[in-house]
């Protein structure tokens, strides 16, 4: 079945350290995207890639950077320098010329302790 | 400056009864439109979307509804059932634009649906 996984589902960080979301897609889509929500807030959109070794900042890039070296994959580095990391982080894809949405992962909590 | 607006952030229906959930745009270059559904600690998934050309799609239970000239789309779910009780976004996108086709979404609204 094609689908498109996050791993870990939860993730403990201490402060100051950087950390990786992992996020792997099998359904052959040119376009990948990270998303953060907070209460309250929705889905903001981080970083998003609509071709291989091409990604492009969202609406809250600071603090985070991605790489889109493989179709499949486009992980997501929280750096020290993001103030407010604690959040609920989605990975998405969709095919390019966007008509069918996207497809999401199941998501990665990230708590800082 | 938001895009995507749904004015309620929550909702709480009896079963059996219609669940009305609204959504506002800005943006007139927009023209695809789309609901997910999404449960705690789970990631959203695609409910319903429409096209600009359209003004109503149905899908079992669920219709949703785009008035145009008032920048407004709406999720009708008859008969309410506890299962859809879970947080509603409203999606938009435009394939022209500095957007690219990304989809802009809403906050959500939080709908409870009671036994």
Known sequence: ?113 | DQQVKQNSPSLSVQEGRISILNCDYTNSMFDYFLWYKKYPAEGPTFLISISSIKDKNEDGRFTVFLNKSAKHLSLHIVPSQPGDSAVYFCAASSNYGGSQGNLIFGKGTKLSVKP
């Open chain 1, 1 to 113: 079945d094609g689908g498109i996984t996050q791993s870990p589902k939860y993730l403990f960080r201490k402060e100051g350290q950087n950390v990786t979301l992992s996020c792997e897609q099998n359904l052959n889509h040119d376009a990948m995207y990270w998303y953060r929500q907070d209460p309250g807030q929705g889905l903001r959109l981080i970083y998003y890639s609509q071709i291989v070794n091409d990604f492009q900042k969202g609406d809250i890039a600071e603090g985070y950077s991605v790489s889109r070296e493989k179709k499949e994959s486009f992980p997501l580095t929280v750096t020290s320098a993001q103030k407010n990391p604690t959040a609920f982080y989605l990975c998405a894809s969709s095919r390019t010329g966007l008509t069918h949405g996207y497809t999401f992962g199941s998501g990665t909590r990230l708590t800082v302790v």
